[in-house]
């Protein structure tokens, strides 16, 4: 199975912050990395797929980079609405498996 | 609009069974592959099953393999999760999802719907 590593598992930051954070696969997964954001008591709400591709309706301060084994999610100017948690995914071989997970919190 | 709706949880003593529906709306179902998705409390998010959208594709997780059993009927427009030999661990909420393809520099699958999910409990 593929594992997929996210850092940090928690960052604290302010609104109108720029922040990352990773996912790394176990091996090359190509640009086969989809990002979900999930807030408390909620399903997840998928937010980039392919690496790099902002799903329909996102707002553009969200984007994703990275190829092979090493991913980044960058939120531009950080929203109140933006804290959550943010899960990778991959989607080159089945089974397919999240990363644990990256909770942003307000600073 | 697309949407998903589990039922069926609740609790349930281990060793014990429970079957989990997904009634489906706002998209032509049998076009769709579905999968199961379950997040133990405070934990993470882990995909279990999936069913291809005749039916004919089916996967599974290794930690349900062989206890948990999908299938679709697309004249109702659902998926079932028929779950036997529970055991604590299996305690999560488990969501239904829907899988559709979507090109970007590749063509990959995504979840891009999901339902609220249904809470199953395996307690003594």
């Known amino acids: 199975?593929?594992?997929?590593?996210?850092?940090p598992s928690s960052l604290s930051a302010s609104v109108g912050d720029r922040v990352s954070f990773t996912c790394r696969a176990s091996q090359t997964i190509t640009n086969y990395l989809n990002w979900y954001q999930q807030k408390p008591g909620k399903a997840p709400?998928?937010?980039?797929?392919?690496?790099?591709?902002?799903q329909s309706g996102?707002?553009?301060?969200?984007?994703?980079?990275?190829?092979?084994?090493h991913f980044t999610l960058t939120i531009n100017s950080l929203q109140p609405e933006d804290f959550a948690t943010y899960y990778c995914q991959q989607s080159d071989a089945i089974p397919w498996t999240f990363g644990q997970g990256t909770k942003v919190e307000i600073k | 609009q697309v949407q998903l709706e589990e039922s069926g949880g609740g609790?349930?003593?281990?060793?014990?069974?429970?079957?989990?529906?997904?009634?489906a709306s706002g998209f032509i179902f049998g076009d769709y592959y579905i999968s199961w998705i379950r997040q133990a409390?405070?934990?993470g998010l882990e995909w279990i099953s999936?069913?291809?959208?005749?039916?004919t594709t089916i996967y599974y997780a290794d930690s349900v393999k062989g206890r948990f059993t999908i299938s679709r009927d697309n004249a109702k427009s659902s998926v079932y999760l028929q779950m036997t030999s529970l055991r604590a661990e299996d305690t999560a909420v488990y969501y239904c999802a829907r899988e559709s393809s979507k090109e970007g520099?590749?063509?990959?699958?995504?979840f891009d719907y999901w339902g609220q999910g249904t809470l199953v409990t395996i307690s003594p």
Do not use: E, H, N
């Open chain 2, 50 to 55: 999936y069913i291809s959208a005749r039916g």
């Open chain 2, 11 to 23: 609790l349930v003593k281990p060793g014990g069974s429970l079957r989990l529906s997904c009634a």
């Open chain 2, 105 to 110: 520099v590749v063509v990959t699958r995504v």
């Open chain 1, 45 to 54: 709400k998928l937010l980039i797929y392919a690496a790099s591709s902002l």
């Open chain 1, 58 to 69: 996102v707002p553009s301060r969200f984007s994703g980079s990275g190829s092979g084994t």
């Open chain 1, 1 to 7: 199975d593929i594992q997929m590593t996210q850092s």
């Open chain 2, 41 to 43: 409390p405070g934990k």
